[in-house]
């Protein structure tokens, strides 16, 4: 079974703080991707990356950046956390090979205060 | 761009009936995929079904089919035989097909869905 997995399922942070969060997949996929799920909006993608030391922008990307230093491996940074950040964050991954599927992780829920 | 529309953000059916989830897409490509996608309270997001563009006959997995008209741009899930384990938010989703390489989805707004035993 593929597993992508995130740091944290809830985290409180205070506005300002720089934030990190992660995500881990075990099925050497070579896609991965930051989404942000409010309700009413559905999922909106912020990054994504199609190989270690790449990345684009998605939809929402501001005020957001990743890092991928390791492929089995996507973080994504709040450089300066902001009350409007608040907001459950789902990671993703799937093979370029069979591409019919995303993998989710758990989710993240963060609250800024 | 592409968009997808789910016009239901809630929909309720009692237990053991059959409900449909609406689905509308726009897209100018003739090669493409949609997926139904199930967020139970849990969160674990999963996939349910997908439907290849190219493909006229309806995708069906056990209790959960398609209803896919290209030409009307429109990609309903029909649920049979309603389970309390059928409650979930239900995504509707496309991607372009996979000549286009890797490739992001788009996502609607989600359909909160409630069984009633």
């Known amino acids: 079974d593929v597993k992508v997995t995130q740091s944290s399922r809830y985290l409180v942070k205070r506005t300002g703080e720089k934030v990190f969060l992660e995500c881990v997949q075990d099925?050497?996929?070579?896609?991965m991707f930051w989404y942000r799920q409010d309700p009413g909006l559905g999922l909106r993608l912020i990054y994504f990356s199609y190989d270690v030391k790449m990345k684009e922008k998605g939809d929402i990307p501001e005020g957001y950046s990743v890092s991928r230093e390791k492929k089995e491996r996507f973080s994504l940074i709040l450089e300066s956390a902001s009350t409007n950040q608040t907001s459950m964050y789902l990671c993703?991954?799937?093979?370029?090979?069979?591409?019919?599927?995303?993998?989710f992780g758990p989710g993240t829920r963060l609250t800024v205060t | 761009a592409q968009t997808v529309t789910q016009s239901q953000p809630e929909m309720s059916v009692q237990e053991a009936e059959t409900v449909t989830l609406s689905c509308t897409y726009d897209t100018s490509e003739s090669d493409y995929y949609l997926f139904w996608y199930k967020q139970p309270p849990s969160r674990q997001m999963i996939l349910v079904i997908r439907q290849e563009a190219y493909k006229q006959q309806n995708a069906t997995e056990n209790r959960f089919s398609v209803n896919f008209q290209k030409a009307a741009k429109s990609f309903s899930l029909k649920i049979s035989d309603s389970q309390l384990g059928d409650a979930a938010m239900y995504f509707c989703a496309y991607r372009r097909g996979l000549n286009f390489g890797n490739e992001k989805l788009t996502f609607g707004t989600g359909t909160r869905l409630t069984i009633i035993p």
């Open positions: 099925m050497d996929h070579e896609n």
């Open positions: 993703a991954s799937y093979s370029g090979t069979f591409a019919y599927e995303q993998y």
